[in-house]
T-cell receptor
Framework: QQPVQSPQAVILREGEDAVINCSSSKALYSVHWYRQKHGEAPVFLMILLKGGEQKGHEKISASFNEKKQQSSLYLTASQLSYSGTYFCGTVGDSSTSYGKLTFGQGTILTVHP | GAVVSQHPSRVICKSGTSVKIECRSLDFQATTMFWYRQFPKQSLMLMATSNEGSKATYEQGVEKDKFLINHASLTLSTLTVTSAHPEDSSFYIC?????????????FGPGTRLTVL
């Protein structure tokens, strides 16, 4: 089942902050965040694992609430380059889900000067 | 970091022809490769998962006889779209992962834009 992202779209001015949420109906092993620019492949931002481990870029932060099966991506002091579509991908916490990413529908972020 | 390449980046073909897309992991051994399809303004949808040396596992609704996947080595997987039709026009993206990668990170290729006339 596809995770649900909110909001569907965000419009910011440079320097403003944004939060993108990702919610799943199933138990999760990990949450992956990607940003995709038009016509390009997704670019890795962050992985959050069950148990608290994280791997990602310095300027990007995120949280993962395992009990609520939710994750949030925090974008602070936004730059023009942050514009794009943000996807969360979830990996289920079962043997049949191993390694398989299920992507949310995406959140379109637009940053204006 | 791990690099995944895809070839070709763009392909235009006539309806009824077959198209092969290659996905290569350049600097690591990919035990698992994934194939996704993305229609305009939509999310990435997983088509199939392939492990080196074994048959691919297809997601529900994906025709395995139409989308042939071969994962012949730890660095190469191919997707062949057989008898392509205009509705197969899409952005096809592969990703690769390794059992040695503790975070189960998937490394994405740059994608292949397929247009079927």
């Amino acid at each position: 089942q596809q995770p649900v992202q909110s909001p569907q779209a965000v419009i910011l001015r440079e320097g403003e902050d944004a939060v993108i949420n990702c919610s799943s109906s199933k138990a999760l092993y990990s949450v992956h965040w990607y940003r995709q620019k038009h016509g390009e492949a997704p670019v890795f931002l962050m992985i959050l694992l069950k148990g608290g481990e994280q791997k990602g870029h310095e300027k990007i932060s995120a949280s993962f609430n395992e009990k609520k099966q939710q994750s949030s991506l925090y974008l602070t002091a936004s730059q023009l380059s942050y514009s794009g579509t943000y996807f969360c991908g979830t990996v289920g916490d079962s043997s049949t889900s191993y390694g398989k990413l299920t992507f949310g529908q995406g959140t379109i972020l637009t940053v204006h000067p | 970091g791990a690099v995944v390449s895809q070839h070709p980046s763009r392909v235009i073909c006539k309806s009824g022809t077959s198209v092969k897309i290659e996905c290569r992991s350049l600097d690591f051994q990919a035990t698992t490769m994934f194939w996704y399809r993305q229609f305009p303004k939509q999310s990435l949808m997983l088509m199939a998962t392939s492990n080196e040396g074994s048959k691919a596992t297809y997601e529900q609704g994906v025709e395995k006889d139409k989308f042939l996947i071969n994962h012949a080595s730890l660095t190469l997987s191919t997707l062949t779209v057989t008898s392509a039709h205009p509705e197969d026009s899409s952005f096809y993206i592969c990703s690769a992962s390794s059992l040695a990668e503790p975070y189960n990170e998937q490394f994405f290729g740059p994608g292949t834009r397929l247009t079927v006339l």
